[in-house]
């Protein structure tokens, strides 16, 4: 691949989306254990997963013991790589230099790990790379340039550049159906249930000069719309820990918050030294691990 066509596929991605071009992010793991009513996180527990002055970002759990993140390698190209929490073994998925690999997630049918593939020619789509390290397949060839998806009933909802930017999901090859737009980087199917939940950007309160935008909830199954209050002030990251509770967080601390709460709750600081400022998370109820993207810090 070309040096210019590097650049400019991957400056599609990052000028389109607030992400880390400009900062090195690490990988930090901590014990947690979410239950109905709250989070208890063991700041003793707290590991470094990653400890590179490089990006490494988008963690996603894909089974018990493994997760799944994007890495940028020494000449900038990105590759998802499995880290076991068990043998604390690092595994390239995927290893391209045509390609670059981001947003790594486990599909529903668990047979693949999907990402978004900036691919050579800059095009920008949904690829399913096999567990088995079997050749990947484009899924939607007439769907782009994508950012940010996650699935239900074995489709991606997924978050497409324009603008605005828009949520779309593909009941079928002729039913293309825009959710909404003006939509955040947060794409989360909500546990135990067909809605997938998303930031609208449409919906925003001014808090003492911080941002707080609405969390919106689309019931794939029966078409309806939900909301589900507003993103805590500053922060566009959010996961669901279950079906009762949301995640965010802000500079180095965790806020939760019940979905029949309007108020964010503090439930600890992050306190390691090197680092700053909280943005995607991952959590494994199974492992009880929660693994947080920090940025490395300037000084």
């Not at 593939?117 to 050749?135: A, D, I, K, M």
């Not at 589900?228 to 009762?244: H, Q, R, V």
């Not at 509770?245 to 601390?253: A, E, F, I, K, P």
């Amino acid at each position: 691949m070309q040096k210019k066509t590097i650049f400019l596929a991957i400056n599609l991605y990052y000028i389109a989306f607030t992400t880390f071009s400009q900062v090195s992010t690490d990988l930090i793991a901590v014990d947690a254990k979410a239950t109905a009513a709250g989070l208890k996180i063991f700041p003793e527990t707290i590991f470094k997963v990653t400890d590179r002055n490089a990006y490494d970002n988008q963690p996603a759990f894909i089974n018990e013991k493994q997760m799944a993140f994007s890495a940028a390698d020494d000449k900038g190209n990105h590759d998802i790589i499995i880290y076991n929490f068990e043998s604390k073994k690092f595994t390239n998925l995927t290893k391209t230099n045509n390609r670059n690999e981001f947003s790594p997630s486990l599909t529903d049918c668990g047979l693949f790990v999907s990402t978004v593939t900036v691919e050579e020619n800059g095009n920008q789509r949904l690829w399913l790379y096999p567990t088995n390290f079997g050749e990947p397949e484009l899924l939607y060839d007439d769907i782009e340039p994508v950012g940010y998806y996650d699935w239900y009933d074995n489709k991606a909802a997924m978050f497409i550049l324009g603008n605005p930017n828009s949520l779309v999901y593909p009941y079928s090859k002729g039913e293309i159906f825009t959710i909404s737009q003006n939509v955040g980087r947060s794409v989360k199917k909500k546990p135990k249930s067909s809605i997938i939940t998303y930031i609208d950007k449409r919906e925003a309160n001014d808090i003492n000069g911080q941002i707080s935008y609405a969390i919106m909830g689309f019931d794939i199954e029966n078409r309806t719309y939900h909301h589900f209050g507003y993103t805590y002030p500053g922060a566009e990251d959010f996961i669901w820990l279950n079906n009762n509770l949301l995640l965010m967080g802000s500079g180095n601390q965790l806020f939760i918050r019940k979905t029949n709460s309007k108020e964010w709750e503090s439930v600890g600081k992050i306190e390691l030294n090197g680092y700053e400022h909280i943005s995607r998370m991952a959590y494994s109820p199974k492992l009880r691990k929660l693994v947080l993207v920090m940025n490395r810090s300037v000084n």
